[in-house]
């Protein structure tokens, strides 16, 4: 199996409930004709900021911060965002993997440049948005392709870039959670860059775990989106834990461990010693 081919055993009849009382169904469609709309006016938009210097920089990172919030209310998803990430400089962003509103939650705390299965470049419409936003896409299939995937990484975290990974590589229930994959991890380690280790997970507004979100096994995202567009109560809810320093850590096994177990403060051989 390839490195970048992990799997999870979630599956939508297994593992994803209902929230309760369903939206109605002329409201679940105006959600999704709000998110449709903004996903379109990101995707008019996004080659003006390229091509406009003047249109670089704070402006538009405020932009695509308020544009991916919108998106996630616009799904009827309530959104709590606690702690924040350095505004500039090279950063590697790193979450766990649920749903495809994990996206732009991410892209809420900081715009970055974000890593994608290449399945992703032949979406309609959220495709063509991806590949415009410099999306790096990963051919998973082609274990060869690894170093090159982590040079280029390396290469766009240097430059001063955000690069916004998930590192389980698939997506899960949020009940349960896969172990990182430590091949991004090493970009970071090349390029001397922090690490940004994130936490999302979706409940009721009673506090309830919601499985709702959820896209995994064989979920189509149609389906996915009616989900969530019909669920009635959805939170999101986005932790920004303390960045991972460079230097803490001193190889990508180590630094996959901390990001994952929130170890930030303390250098990662210390942890190791105590687990020997």
């Not at 390229?50 to 405020?62: N, T, V, W």
């Not at 309609?124 to 999306?135: C, E, I, Q, S």
């Not at 936490?199 to 989900?227: C, E, K, M, N, Q």
């Not at 190889?251 to 990662?268: F, I």
């Amino acid at each position: 199996m390839s490195t970048w081919l992990p799997s999870a055993p979630c599956t939508p009849r297994a593992c994803v409930e209902a929230t309760g009382p369903s939206a109605a169904v002329p409201r679940a469609v105006l959600r999704l004709t709000l998110v449709a709309a903004l996903v379109l006016t990101g995707a008019v938009l996004s080659p003006l900021g390229r091509g406009c210097p003047r249109l670089r920089g704070k402006i538009p990172a405020a932009w695509t911060r308020r544009w991916c919030r919108a998106i996630v209310r616009a799904s009827g998803v309530r959104l709590r965002i606690t702690g924040t990430a350095p505004p500039t400089g090279g950063l590697l962003l790193v979450a766990n993997h649920i749903s495809w509103l994990d996206i732009p939650l991410l892209a809420a705390v900081r715009p970055a440049r974000m890593l994608a299965k290449t399945e992703i470049r032949r979406w309609p419409v959220a495709g063509a948005l991806a590949a415009r936003g410099g999306t790096l896409f990963i051919e998973r299939d082609r274990p060869r392709a690894l170093p090159d995937t982590v040079a280029r990484i390396a290469g766009a975290l240097r430059e001063g870039t955000a690069v916004a990974a998930f590192p389980e590589g698939s997506t899960w229930c949020g009940r349960a959670q896969g172990h990182y994959r430590r091949a991004v991890f090493q970009a970071a380690l090349d390029a001397g860059v922090p690490v940004q280790p994130v936490r999302i997970r979706y409940r009721l507004a009673g506090g309830a775990a919601a499985t709702a979100p959820a896209f995994v096994g064989d979920d189509s995202l149609l389906a996915s989106l009616w989900r969530v567009a019909t669920a009635r109560g959805l939170v999101a809810e986005v932790e920004v834990r303390p960045a991972i320093p460079p230097g803490t850590c001193p190889d990508r096994r180590a630094l996959a461990r901390a990001a994952q177990q929130d170890r930030a403060t303390e250098p990662c051989w210390t942890h190791a010693a105590l687990m020997a």
